[in-house]
């Protein structure tokens, strides 16, 4: 089975065969590269001499197709260095660290040598723990969450006294949660839970717990958990209480409540959340705007949504630095689905990508596929089918090299972009077994469905889903599905239903003043307005939608709006608005749409073109492929990126170009990819 699509484990497997069969020397020079993942030839080298091994040693591991070994020092395959590192004993990975650290000068990298020592230490010792901390707090300055969580938990391993152990445990597995490692995080917490604790101490600790528990499980009662540990928090420690009270929240929303609280018993607990201290962060503003969403309703909570969205808007145009920015950065991808609920298309993209850009620099691979989920999902409903299938590639690279189930989102919303519905149903039940069982997941299913069906003008069936997901906690999907339904609705005949979803859109775009926001809701007025005036505002939506980022949906309003010209009998200007959204359905791949805009344009006597643009024959990950080669990124850069090895790159490379008939990396650059 080719590499590109053996499971990760059988990957893994086969290089460890390699590595074992090698002479013993060769075996250790190989651990210790495994060990330093810098790629530093001349350290690896150093180190090699201090433990005695011959030159020769590394032309077998070459030989081997392990290593290779030129101005860096780079395994053939990602998962060959786990290979490694997790075939050798502990004896032996000690002596790799020790030798390793001992050829690192501090004052040349004193983070790389404190790691190294840290690893190569038996049992316990306070001045090796005391060094790791100061690594450990240099890695949270720089923003390195997952290094300096490693970092953490080993210093609590080597830390001997129980008081300072407990400490330093508490604070391991804080990062540990934060970089998405919830077992370690576990680990950690068991380890502080045997040490004297205060009163701060015992509440983080039924945090944390509850949050890794949700994160673990999405269990509904871990909400509930989550609400006790912000109640004892408040008195003790405000900003965190106030913290917690917005991961119950999301909590509540991916659950949907289950067999725990739901999201509007949350809001109503998070009333009496202690206030801030001092000025507001844009974390306390978006719990505040939650809050009184969830018990107030849209309509009464203009100010303070405004407030918030305003406040994260502040933070991309001018970052704060140190715990404040930290803060800030965790709740980017609340505040994005926030933003996204309130029809502000632009910042929630912003706030999405600037989130997944944040995790990457984390190097926080379990907590990266939701962020890139998220964008890919955004990308999609945007209409920009190119970049949603950039995303979804990356996902699905990560969750390769994790090998953990990641739900489909993105690549849901993209065939229900594309009208491709097999491939929609076939996604939706993927979703259904990986996702979140009651709350926000379902929803999100139903919502693609909704947006497929009036794809394909389905409209009964489409109004159905479109019905389910407009329930949703989740304010996002919620609001999105709202026009789903005006639309899916008034061409069903159901027109009560219509006017119903009508207002409730109006409600929520009224404490809104984006274009987005007005330009859905001048298309629902349209579609369910029967005189003259529809006119007016269809031409109005088109004008809002004009200057936003959604590409698809400005079509569908100019599709629309055909339709209601042809049926007005001006079958000229209906030729005129039909066209163009053909033309950009057609652009970005949409379609069924496309297909329905044809449709129209046949009735008013027109033949519409058919698709001529863009490589139709390459798979998702042969274009996102050909698209990072395109734009400069050498088949190990890209192999680095999709965690695959440059041979695999090449393959692909090799299929592309064939199906392209091209030859070269330059004819591919000159291509509209």
């Known amino acids: 089975m080719p590499e590109s699509i053996s499971p990760p484990h059988r990957v893994e497997a086969l290089y460890r065969q390699r590595w074992e069969s090698l002479p013993s020397q060769s075996r250790l020079f190989t651990l210790l590269a495994s060990a330093e993942p810098t790629g530093d030839p001349a350290l690896l080298w150093s180190a090699a001499a201090t433990l005695g091994i011959d030159v020769d040693a590394a032309a077998a591991v070459e030989a081997a197709d392990l290593l290779d070994i030129s101005a860096s020092v780079r395994f053939r395959h990602p998962l060959a260095r786990s290979a490694v590192y997790g075939g050798a004993t502990e004896t032996d990975r000690r002596r790799a660290h020790a030798a390793l650290g001992a050829s690192i000068d501090a004052e040349v990298d004193q983070d790389r040598r404190a790691w190294h020592r840290a690893k190569a230490v038996e049992g316990t010792d306070e001045s090796v723990a005391e060094e790791t901390v100061a690594a450990a707090e240099r890695a949270l300055a720089r923003g390195a969450m997952a290094d300096a969580a490693a970092l953490l938990e080993r210093a609590s391993e080597l830390t001997p006294d129980r008081s300072l152990r407990a400490q330093r445990a508490l604070l391991a597995a804080s990062a540990l949660h934060e970089a998405g490692s919830s077992a370690a995080a576990l680990r950690s917490l068991s380890i502080a839970e045997s040490g004297p604790l205060d009163d701060d101490e015992k509440a983080r600790i039924s945090l944390y717990r509850s949050m890794i528990h949700f994160d673990m499980t999405h269990a509904g009662r871990a909400t509930a958990e989550m609400v006790a540990a912000a109640a004892a928090l408040a008195p003790i420690h405000p900003a965190m209480a106030r913290e917690t009270y917005l991961v119950a929240l999301n909590s509540a929303v991916i659950t949907g409540g289950g067999d725990g609280l739901s999201v509007r018993e949350v809001a109503g607990a998070a009333v009496n959340a202690p206030a801030p201290q001092g000025r507001s962060a844009p974390a306390d503003l978006l719990l505040d705007a939650l809050v009184a969403v969830y018990t107030k309703g849209f309509a009464a909570s203009g100010a303070p949504v405004r407030e918030a969205l305003a406040a994260f808007r502040r933070e991309l145009d001018e970052p ?6 930290e803060r800030t950065g965790r709740w980017l991808a609340y505040a994005a689905r926030t933003a996204g609920a309130m ?3 632009e910042l929630s ?7 997944a850009e944040r995790v990457r620099e984390s190097g926080s691979l379990a907590s990266l596929p939701a962020a890139l989920v998220a964008c890919g999902s955004a990308l999609a409903i945007a209409g920009d089918l190119a970049g949603a299938a950039d995303f979804a590639a990356q996902t699905a690279a990560v969750a390769r090299a994790t090998g953990a189930p990641v739900p489909p989102y993105a690549d849901l919303f993209l065939a229900a972009w594309r009208g491709r519905e097999a491939d929609a149903v076939r996604l939706a039940e993927i979703a259904a077994e990986v996702g979140d069982g ?5 929803s999100l299913v139903h919502y693609a469905l909704a947006v497929g069906h009036n794809a394909t003008g389905r409209y009964a069936e489409a109004a159905d889903e479109a019905r389910r997901a ?3 906690a989740e304010l996002v999907t919620g609001s999105l599905a709202l026009p789903e339904l005006v639309e899916g609705a008034s061409r069903a005949g159901q027109r009560e239903a219509a006017i119903a979803a009508s207002e409730e859109l109006l409600s929520r775009t009224s404490i809104c003043a984006t274009p987005m926001a007005q330009g859905m809701a001048a298309q629902a007025r349209a579609l369910v307005t029967d005189d003259e005036s529809a006119e007016g505002l269809y031409e109005a939506a088109i004008e809002h939608l004009e200057r936003t980022r ?6 569908r309003a100019q599709l629309t709006y055909g339709e209601w010209l042809r049926r007005a009998g001006q079958r000229q200007r209906a030729r005129e608005q039909l066209r163009t959204a053909h033309a950009t359905f057609l652009s970005i791949g949409a379609e069924e749409f496309a297909q329905r805009a044809a449709g129209e344009l046949r009735a008013t006597g027109e033949h519409p073109r058919s698709r001529t643009h863009g490589p139709p024959t390459l798979t998702d ?3 996102h492929i050909a698209r990072l080669v395109a734009r400069g990124g050498t088949s190990r850069e890209v192999a680095a990126q999709l965690f695959l090895s440059p041979r695999t790159i090449e393959a692909h490379l090799r299929s592309i170009f064939r199906k392209l008939d091209i030859t ?3 004819q591919l650059r000159e291509l509209d990819l």
């Open 320 to 325: 704060d630095e140190g715990d404040e920015s």
């Open 343 to 345: 029809f502000d298309d």
């Open 349 to 355: 993209i912003r706030l999405g990508l600037r989130n």
């Open 438 to 442: 009651d709350g926000a997941g379902p």
């Open 470 to 472: 407009s329930r949703s």
């Open 550 to 555: 959604l590409r698809g949906s400005l079509a």
């Open 621 to 623: 990950q042969e274009l």
């Open 664 to 666: 070269s990396r330059r």
